[in-house]
């Protein structure tokens, strides 16, 4: 149990409350309603799959940082409570399953399963050469409702390409906001992030910017997609959540930058779920 534990610390499985509830507002907009059970089983196998893949991958490639981040030091792979080869066979077996379920939805998941892979295989090494590793990031999460769009209707259309660009805006907003802590060690060790490069006051303000024009995103997709008044209490409670989390943050204090900030933004998926559900079902 203690190893299935460090695994699961590893993956930061309760992360999954950011994208999974994406992944299921994208089925339910595409089947205007509640999917096929079935449906939902192989969306959810085909998340957690990628997402344990990337969560796994990434603190593969990153472990020669993370065992010099005094922040990192009770990370499972830096303790050596999983060992680099356990993560090797998680993270192939994780990728089986993600196109193992990507098989059993639309046909053109599969075909494109390979594509949706690239943004967490490069986002490990983005910091490396560039400041737009955040907005990797948010393209590997903006997958989430469009994958699941794409697993019932097996195609793309406008409202359903903002709804990954609302998500994804929020993800890189808030990778941003988390990168601010690392600015000291990341110019230390030469890598590279949107704080590193603008500064802490600039990067906080272009995490707003991206927040704003992740609440104007849900927004629009709900005229589009001609969502019941309903929906839109979801946007604003998303909206209030972020507002409060910016608020408590600021260029000289991250204080309050911890597990629970970033559990937090769970909020904002689940809510939009939720309300998403109420206003197809009214």
């Not at 907009?29 to 196998?45: E, F, N, R, Y």
């Not at 060992?83 to 075909?111: D, N, Q, Y």
Request: with cysteine; proline share 4%.
């Amino acid at each position: 149990m203690s190893k299935f534990k460090a695994h699961i610390s590893n993956i930061a499985l309760s992360h999954a409350i950011f994208a999974l509830p994406f992944a299921y507002i994208g089925a339910i907009l595409a089947a205007s309603g509640i999917p096929k059970v079935l449906d939902l089983a192989w969306i959810t196998l085909a998340m957690m799959g990628a997402r344990s893949a990337a969560m796994a991958l990434n603190n593969f490639i990153d472990l020669k940082y993370d065992r010099l981040q005094p922040r990192f030091a009770n990370r499972p792979m830096v303790t050596g409570a999983v060992k680099t080869w356990e993560v090797v066979v998680l993270t192939l077996v994780s990728l089986v399953a993600f196109f193992w379920a990507a098989a059993h939805l639309h046909p053109v998941c599969l075909k494109l399963a390979p594509l949706a892979v690239i943004p967490f295989a490069v986002y490990p090494y983005m910091k490396r050469f560039s400041w737009t590793c955040h907005f990797v990031l948010g393209l590997a999460l903006s997958v989430a409702p469009i994958g699941a769009w794409m697993a019932i209707r097996g195609e793309i259309t406008l409202s359903i390409a903002l709804l990954g660009l609302a998500v994804g805006v929020w993800i890189a907003g808030f990778d941003i906001i988390y990168g601010c802590q690392d600015v000291a060690f990341d110019k230390k060790n030469g890598l590279h992030s949107v704080p590193v490069r603008f500064g802490l006051s600039r990067a906080l303000t272009i995490a707003k910017v991206m927040h704003t024009i992740s609440i104007i995103g849900f927004f629009v997709v709900g005229q589009l997609m001609h969502m019941q008044w309903v929906y839109y209490g979801g946007v604003i409670l998303a909206a209030i959540v972020l507002v409060y989390q910016h608020s408590i943050v600021s260029p000289t204090d991250f204080r309050q930058v911890t597990q629970t900030y970033f559990m937090r933004n769970g909020l904002v998926s689940i809510a939009l779920l939720i309300f998403t559900v109420i206003s197809m079902m009214s």
